[in-house]
């Protein structure tokens, strides 16, 4: 294979390195805590960051071997660590369009799922579609996320609900990884919803998730994490514990979409199972806040789907101020929340959420990395880390939040290449 340039990333006007937040996400103050060089440089070779620092520094140490690299030009320009998505429902097929006009004329989300669609009519969509049209239609995802500077997405299966479906789901995000130049990071979430079938038989489905789905998905190493949707209607407490337990015993790491609708115990179970994250918590409980920042668990707030389901977003401010740290995601999904704009979530997270901007970018890079158990190799600008790197049009971080619905990424850099 040819040998790559050295990349010199040279004068940015603002490089937000996030330095020294590799073995435990930022919590409380630390959260605006950016570490903002003026005029930074970066240098990369291999596709690794080998130096990150004021530019006199980062020339002064490469001096002999000026005439080897490729020289990218940032004066001006905000440079961030690639932006990080650790919670997507990336593979799917199809669209819900109708639902949406149902919604806006007063049905609600649950009531929709409860009647068969939802989630169920994502489910039949997805049982249809073929692998290559499930990559195919992904992929267009995926394109969307690198042009906007998200180089890392975390992605959920859960519209299978069996076993043969919930695979075809995870090896499509597996080829997906492979083939596009955005890392794909997968979560196995066959329990999602109860298939109309086992409605009157829920426990049936929750046996053949613990002792058929988990440990094939788990010997065919198609997952890092197991989600369950924890919520009245869908999946009891008692429900989640056992399937998240199981995975546990697999080594799927336990992730949970929790207290999205109304306050459930997620937050609470989170903390005792010891979850990565906890995901939504719109309606979290007071002690289910104060429980996840003793157990350290990530909360992974999707400021878009509750815009999109007309419902207040979660209290990100009073998570921070309890000690929680805090994440941002699209939620990427065909029905509460179907963008891929993670720009327009950060806007949200300081609109809706109270947090500010700075608190904004550090949700978005390494408390997004940790939340995927990703904070040792991307989430900031550190030697050592995947050259994962995003130049913006614009010279000041604040920008990203403040001029919202515009894309300010001009240049993508993944592992060292400009994507
Ligand atoms: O995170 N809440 C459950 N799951 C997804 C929505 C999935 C869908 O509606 O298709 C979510 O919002
Ligand atoms: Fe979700």
């Not at 004066?75 to 806006?104: I, M």
């Not at 546990?248 to 994250?277: C, F, M, N, Q, T």
């Amino acid at each position: 294979m040819q040998q790559q340039k050295p990349l010199y990333i040279r004068r940015a006007s603002q490089l937000v390195t996030l330095a020294d937040s590799s073995n435990a996400p930022l919590r409380g103050k630390a959260m605006e805590r950016l570490s903002i060089i003026e005029n930074g440089s970066v240098w990369v070779e291999d596709g690794t960051i080998r130096a990150a620092g004021p530019d006199e520094e980062i020339a002064a140490k490469y001096q002999t071997r000026m005439n080897e690299a490729e020289v990218i030009d940032a004066s001006g320009r905000l440079v961030t660590p690639g932006l990080v998505d650790p919670h997507t429902h990336l593979v799917y097929a199809g669209s819900r369009e109708n639902e949406f006009e149902k919604r806006l004329r007063g049905a609600t989300y649950m009531e929709i799922m409860a009647a068969g669609g939802g989630i169920h009519a994502t489910t039949a969509a997805t049982r249809e579609a073929s692998i290559e049209q499930l990559i195919s239609e992904s992929t267009r995802r995926l394109d969307l996320f690198l042009q906007q500077g998200v180089t890392t997405v975390e992605a959920k299966s859960g519209y299978g609900l069996s076993l043969e479906h919930e695979l075809k789901q995870l090896e499509a995000a597996k080829e997906l990884d492979r083939s596009h130049v955005v890392d794909v990071v997968s979560t196995f979430m066959g329990a999602h919803a109860v298939p109309a079938a086992y409605r009157e038989r829920p426990e049936v489905f929750v046996d053949q998730v613990v002792t058929e789905m988990i440990p094939e998905v788990a010997r065919r190493k198609l997952a890092e994490f197991n989600d369950v949707f924890c919520e009245r209607g869908v999946f009891t407490p008692e429900q989640s514990r056992r399937i998240l337990e199981a995975g546990k015993k697999y080594g799927l790491a336990p992730k949970i979409h929790a207290d999205e609708i109304e306050p459930y115990g997620g937050a609470e179970l989170a903390a005792e199972v010891g979850a990565v994250s906890a995901d939504h918590l719109l309606r979290a409980s007071k002690t289910g806040i104060q429980a996840m920042a003793e157990a350290g668990v990530v909360a992974v707030l999707l400021p878009g789907t509750a815009f999109f389901l007309m419902a207040e977003a979660a209290d990100g401010r009073n998570m921070i101020d309890a000690g929680v740290p805090v994440a941002l995601s699209t939620d990427c999904n065909p029905g509460s929340s179907p963008t891929v704009s993670l720009s327009l979530i950060m806007n949200l997270g300081c609109l809706k959420m109270g947090m500010t901007p700075a608190e904004v970018l550090t949700a978005t890079t390494i408390n997004a990395a940790h939340a995927i158990r990703r904070g040792h190799e991307i989430g900031s600008i550190e030697e050592g880390k995947k050259a994962d790197l995003v130049l913006y049009d614009v010279p000041d971080y604040r920008s990203l939040q403040y001029a919202y619905g515009v894309n300010h990424a001009r240049t993508v850099i993944k592992s060292g290449c400009v994507a």
